[in-house]
């Protein structure tokens, strides 16, 4: 069974109440639960963690290199700024996905530039809590081709 790191940064505690027309109407722990039932229907064990510090998201990648096989991540806000992370993904040597709710694309010219996606096996955004679902699909098919 692949042991997969789900990891929530900045502001997504909030999800349900933070900008719904945005980020969509399902709060966080409803995400975690759609995706631990996923999990086990494509053999997968989740485990699912949350922070809104840089510091606290580094060391949940670290964590994540001596139990997860991979990790589908959603930096939040600190795709864009966050060289620490990115080294931190670097670093860990297992694959990431990187997952946005919103389409990062479409928004402010800020959140057009990604530090973290080119250091990531793919990325998925744009679906809401559809991006989460479908970057799990793709790093367990992933993990399950090696």
Known sequence: M??????????????????????????????NAWLTDLGETLGAEIVCEQSNHEGGLIDALHGAR?????????????THTSVALRDAVTAIGIPVVEVHLSNVDAREEFRHRSLISPVCAGKVSGFGWRSYALGLRALVDLLNEV
């Open 66 to 78: 001596d139990w997860a096989d991979g990790v589908v991540f959603n930096p939040g806000g600190y």
């Open 2 to 31: 692949k042991r997969i790191l789900v990891l929530h940064g900045p502001n997504l505690n909030l999800l349900g109440k933070r900008e719904p027309e945005i980020y969509g109407s399902m709060t966080l722990e409803e995400i």
